[in-house]
């Protein structure tokens, strides 16, 4: 099947901006999947719903934003639900529900969606939260991990602008992650099985965002959901949604997401050793913090009638509307000095700035920067 002519015969036009409206969205819901199934409810009374698509003897258990401000992969979600429903004759997509049944979670944590906050309404990251149990969210996703049989679990989320592949030029559009099961990393056979699947997935990518692909760092994190399921015996694959260059609102970048979806589902129904190519994946550059949003090179400072130049680098902090329909870019000064080991997706001349008390203030920059 040719992925991508099929995703823009089939991509998801109701998702337009990065923000995801949840009254909008709850109503998509209703029109599209009316026999979504509710499995719990949020801190606040948001209705957490499943979706089933499949007939296979195997489970996959897919689930998106237990980050509230992590859209990216619950739109690449419906991106491909609507492939499989118009393509269910297609021979990859029926070898794939023959094979799965395929479990979508949307919005684990619509509270936290609402505000656009990692958190939920109490303030827990959920995604550190699987040991204490102090969010409602973590359990309704533990409750349906346990209730089932899952023979692989895609968890997905979005990484900042920060991020780049390797040391190279490239932004890590798409980031991938196994999750270590101890200290020490070690590897087992189900965390070669997560590894063959982001094996083959990059290898699939290679064609459309070569060099824009990496590889997150694989600390063990004891709290976290991912680290856990591996843990546990179920192989486990981390997607992360990064920066396309001029793609704030991660249109682009939602699309590529959506084919290492598809490739994911591909690969684990046509191989029944998914360790296969497992060592490829350390080839994967290591995503690095190398990026800011934008760098005013030697930007020009004037205090007591001498100019002084230094380098100002500001990152975008994303902030929804008071109408939540909408988010705004809002510009922070992160680092002022020697930025020239530093990236940016824009470099831009600086005008000069006369500071009013003689000191570099970071609100002396600048009062609005548009992306």
């Known amino acids: 099947m040719d ?37 719990g409810k949020s801190t606040e009374g948001n209705p957490i719903y499943l979706i089933r698509v499949g007939n296979g003897s195997k489970k996959v258990l897919i689930w998106s934003q237990m980050h509230g401000n992590e859209t990216t992969g619950t739109f690449a979600m419906f991106d491909l639900l609507n492939i499989v429903k118009e393509n269910s004759n297609e021979e990859a997509i029926k070898r794939i529900l023959d094979e799965y049944e395929i479990h979508f979670i949307p919005v684990l944590n619509p509270d936290g969606a609402i505000e656009w906050d990692r958190r939920n309404a109490l303030g827990v990251d959920i995604n550190r939260d699987f040991n204490a149990e102090q969010s409602t969210e973590i359990k309704v996703l533990k409750n349906q991990f346990t209730n089932v049989n899952y023979d692989l679990c895609l968890n997905l989320h979005d990484q900042r602008t920060i991020f780049s592949s390797g040391y190279s030029e490239n932004p890590a559009t798409l980031s991938f992650l196994s999750p270590s099961i101890d200290l020490e990393r070690s590897l087992n056979e189900v965390r070669k099985k997560s590894m063959g699947v982001i094996s083959y997935i990059n290898d699939c990518l290679h064609m459309y965002i070569g060099g824009k692909i990496g590889r ?111 988010l705004k870019f809002v510009p922070i000064v992160k680092e002022i000095g020697d930025l020239s080991k530093r990236k940016s997706w824009k470099d831009i001349e600086g005008n000069l700035i006369t500071p009013i008390e003689n000191k570099i203030k970071l609100e002396d920059v600048f009062n609005t920067f548009i992306i």
């Open 216 to 326: 997150y760092t694989d600390e063990f994190y004891p709290n976290s959901t991912g680290d856990n399921f591996q843990k546990l015996g179920v192989p486990t694959v981390l997607f992360e949604a990064g920066h396309f260059p001029n793609d704030y609102q991660r249109q682009k970048t939602r699309e590529y997401f959506c084919y290492a979806l598809y490739f994911a589902l591909d690969f684990a129904s046509k191989n029944e050793d998914l360790t296969v190519n497992y060592k490829k994946y350390f080839d994967i550059p290591e995503n690095k913090e190398l990026f800011l949003d934008v760098i005013i090179r030697d930007c020009p400072f004037l205090i007591n009638k001498a100019i002084h130049k230094v380098d100002v680098g500001i990152q975008y902090k994303e902030e929804v509307n008071k109408s939540k329909t909408d």
């Open 3 to 39: 992925i991508q002519k099929t995703y823009y015969n089939c991509k998801e036009e109701c998702f337009t901006k990065r923000y995801l409206n949840i009254k909008e969205f709850y109503n998509y819901l209703d029109i599209n999947f009316p026999n979504k199934i509710e499995i």
